[in-house]
């Protein structure tokens, strides 16, 4: 066994600096599309996702309720008020008359408009506008000022993005994809891997040799082809051509020389006595498989099943290909992709939307982790 | 309960032969050990006989039927791996009835067996445990009780104390006699490469080497009736001392001459035209002893002395520069190197072996043998 004790002190620090490294490296962003997700969309706009936890400052501009709103008070014409009016009100840090100084005064002072008329705004946003001579026109004064808004967290962006701009149909269309295009691969490649570590027969070195073969192969040399195949199945049977059927089958053959190449290895990596140990107590090959391979290989399994899945899950390219592009079959990626050119400004769907994309990897990941950790093989030979 | 017969088993691996025709009769209830050196084909042979490995050519029957293409299931065998071969996922229980769950036995019926196997290797409390849980020594017994559970004709027994410690491996061996005993009817065969487990195990004892029977017989009769030169000189340990020697006169006893000078008489019978031919002569160290009366077998310097104790390994300088004699005293011999020393021992237990290396037959067994 392994352990730290052999190493220098220097060497540990080193090590654990480094995983720190890699957990802020990688913690980090996520923190970052998380918080946002959760943000409201103009505190978005107005300062980073760091600063959410602080209120924000961001600059408005208003305007100042009519003339006819004067009253006669003391000799001067006074309009009174709030410049929130009705809204629940901010703080105000300054304020200003031109857009170009919008916070020009601090609150509580009294600007100079000329010809004696002053402007007083207080921090809870009232206001007093007075004037010696009564105004006149239609239109209030323009205002600008400095609101601080307290930290708002919101699930309307999730709302939104789940229920109006159709992620969560293609959260679903993605599980649909990803699911089975997981399943076939591992079951196909759990029989081959076994047939190939532990029975004899004959060519069973060439199989292995155009299997490993078959792992440098691009997947793009094989899309057309494949397109083509599907289109002749679907013109000879009368069905559409673009299918989950299609996709599930187009994952299973682009994942299965992997597949077989891993599981193949850890099978045959089993020790033989098992095998034979089971043979004399009259077990078949298939119940050797299935009651002595399949269990002791689920920390394989499990690793196929967290690359394939995520590999599957974060396909755009085999999606469009094989896939239709209206909503019923839009996957998460492609309708991420969407979402980029036709809401690219959109921070607020846009972090949302990719928080629901990762959500699904990071719980697989999560609940399937300490299988790659477990020595499911302690104890069955010697030495233990 | 069942005889095994081999005839003529050849084993092969294309070009490669592993085994070149082996002839045993194994009889029913026998203690059967195969012993050899590294590659000898002792696992192989066992393999074969547990069907683990196909038979290339010749007849391997069990109770009188023919059992070359049956699975290993039907054979009526169970086997003990040298790693245990437990099943890691399983629990004891689980380990010992996985064969009859596989054969479709009532689930009183295994429980039953199996809780008896536990008893008798004092596994009961252990029964829930993994294998991982469980020491070396109480995994190898698991593995037994694995193979009990089939209730077999025939037990194979494949190097099943080499993962143990000494202790635990001295333990073990009287637990596996004392299982036999239990168990009188079931023919055992077991595969070692110590010959501390093959003495003290065996019925009989097959010595195998490079694929050929060497000899088979018992414990004793390999001990003291070496059929060759290799058999000699694997059983027994230190091994048996061989020195060149020519014959002077052949007949019902023999004289013979030592290489380096000094003559000996052996009784042993030898064709009236072996006079004059090369031989080897051996002894063992434990036979030879401190010279007291006129006869001298060999004298020479104390090289080296091992001292163990009880006993003292003492070589000595013989004039063959490579290979000095070996003689075992008591350790209480007081020695010393340089040491010019005579050693003898009794005629009866001196061996000759013909050019070919096959030893020449004994006319009187010697005494210690009865």
Known sequence: MATARGKSLLGRFGVHLAVLVFVII??????????????????????????????????????????ESQVEKDGKFVIEGNIFGDAPAREVSAFGLRSAAPTQYAVGETADLGDGVTLQVNADGSFVLASP???????????YFASSAPPRFTTENYETVLFSEGIGRSFINSLTVTVPATIIPIMIAAFAAYALAWMRFPGRALIIATIIGLLVVPLQMTLIPLLQLYNGVALFFGVPSK???G??????????????????????GLPKELMESARIDGASDFEIFLKIVLPLSFPVLASFAIFQFLWVWNDLLVAMVFLKTDASELVLTAKLNALLGSRGGDWEILTTSAFVTILVPLAVFFSLQRYFVRGLLAGSVKGG | MADLTLRQIKKSYGAIHILHGIDLDIKSGEFIVFVGPSGCGKSTLLRTIAGLEEITSGELKIAGELVNDVPPSKRGIAMVFQSYALYPHMTVYDNMAFGMKIAGESKSEIDRRVKQAADILQLTKYLD????AMSGGQRQRVAIGRAIVRNPKVFLFDEPLSNLDAALRVATRIEIAKLKESMPNTTMIYVTHDQVEAMTLADRIVVLKDGRVEQVGTPMELYHHPGNLFVAQFIGSPAMNIVPATIEKAGS???????????????????????????????RPEDLRVATGGTVLFEGKVDYIEQLGEVQLVYLDIGRAD????????GNTPLKRGEVLKVDADPATLHIFNAEGRSFARVAAPAIAA
Do not use: C
């Open chain 1, 26 to 67: 990688w913690t980090i962003p996520t923190l970052g599309i998380l918080v946002s997700s959760l943000r409201d969309k103009d505190q978005i706009i107005a300062s980073g996702w760091w600063n959410s936890f602080s209120s924000s400052t961001q600059t408005e501009a208003g305007r100042l309720p009519a003339p």
């Open chain 2, 129 to 132: 445990r993994l294998p991982k």
């Open chain 1, 247 to 268: 996709i599930w089958l187009a994952h299973t053959g682009f994942g299965l020389p992997f597949a077989i190449y891993l599981l193949r290895s850890y099978m045959a």
């Open chain 1, 133 to 143: 001579v009564a105004f006149e026109g239609t239109r209030g004064q323009r205002i």
């Open chain 2, 253 to 283: 006893t023999t004289s013979i001459a030592i290489t380096g000078g000094l003559k000996a008489e052996v009784p042993v019978a030898t064709p009236a035209d072996a006079a004059g031919a090369s031989i080897s002569f051996g002894v």
């Open chain 2, 323 to 330: 290979a000095p004699l070996v003689v075992k005293l008591p």
């Open chain 1, 243 to 245: 299918t989950y059927l």
